[in-house]
């Protein structure tokens, strides 16, 4: 329990990044309703990408022979909340079964054996549970206009950079849950920039005519980053793990330059505009 609210207090005091184990993974935090007692808990759970908005958690326990206590909670009470980098959303909980349950354990235990060794040390099917966001649109974060552009930046800045250390640690082979990862990311990246293009990009237009070079070159560059994508899903199709991480590298140059220029640029006068 100390170690847990040591995790707890550090990722939420650093927007979701912490050291120790849990350092250079994918973590977040979740909260359920206890079963008993209706009481909040809170635990630091890894997590696997599922499609953009959609994430799983195994109920490990850590090889334990029994369901973790956060298992029991949110089978009774399956409405949770997850907070992932800067942003905080509910979501409904739910149990998969079934060839999908199998599916997506294969793929994690592809990625990392160690899902295997506890499954076989506890003595249990693991439970795999999908969080899935109960309201559409993007997730609650930071309240300011400038903070949440760039806590929505570094999250894809952290999510590049887990992607290129695992097509670099994959091996010739192009696993399926690192196929998902790439996908999801590349889903991500083109939802953010439409909507820059269609929302963002046109209101700051009106309000600072002055941006119009600005926003033009960030529009070229957008379509640069869809062309790296494209690339990067051909590469995907091909299997071969050196061809993706060639296109991941270019990926993270050309996007790690867009983002930076975009922040640079329109941080100092996001939060004057009127949404």
Known sequence: MDFNRQVIEEFRANG??????????????????????????????????????????IASAGGAP????????????PRVTVESEAFTYEANAVVLEGDE????????????????????????????????????????????????????????????????????????????????????????????????????FPLLEREHPELAPT????RDEHEVVAELLDELRRALDSGAAESLLTEVERLTAALEAHLDREEERLVPLLDTLVF
């Open 16 to 57: 979701g990044r912490v050291g120790g184990p849990f350092e250079g993974g994918r973590l977040l935090l979740l909260t359920t309703t206890g079963a008993r007692s209706g009481a909040p808990h809170t635990t630091p759970l890894g997590y696997l990408p599922d499609g953009v908005g959609r994430v799983l958690v």
């Open 66 to 77: 029994k369901h973790p206590a956060w298992f029991h909670n949110l089978v009774a009470n």
């Open 101 to 200: 349950r199998e599916s997506a354990f294969a793929r994690a235990v592809e990625s990392d054996p160690g899902w295997a060794e506890y499954e076989v040390k506890s003595g249990r099917t693991l439970p795999v549970v999908a969080l899935v966001p109960a309201n559409p649109g993007p997730p609650p974060g930071p309240e300011s206009p400038s903070k949440m552009l760039v806590a929505v930046h570094d999250a894809f800045r952290r999510e590049l950079a887990l992607i290129r250390a695992e097509v670099a640690a994959s091996g010739p082979g192009v696993g399926a849950q690192l196929r998902v990862n790439c996908l999801t990311l590349c889903q991500g990246l083109g939802n953010h920039h439409l909507g820059e293009d269609t929302q963002l």
């Open 215 to 218: 926003l033009a070159r960030l």
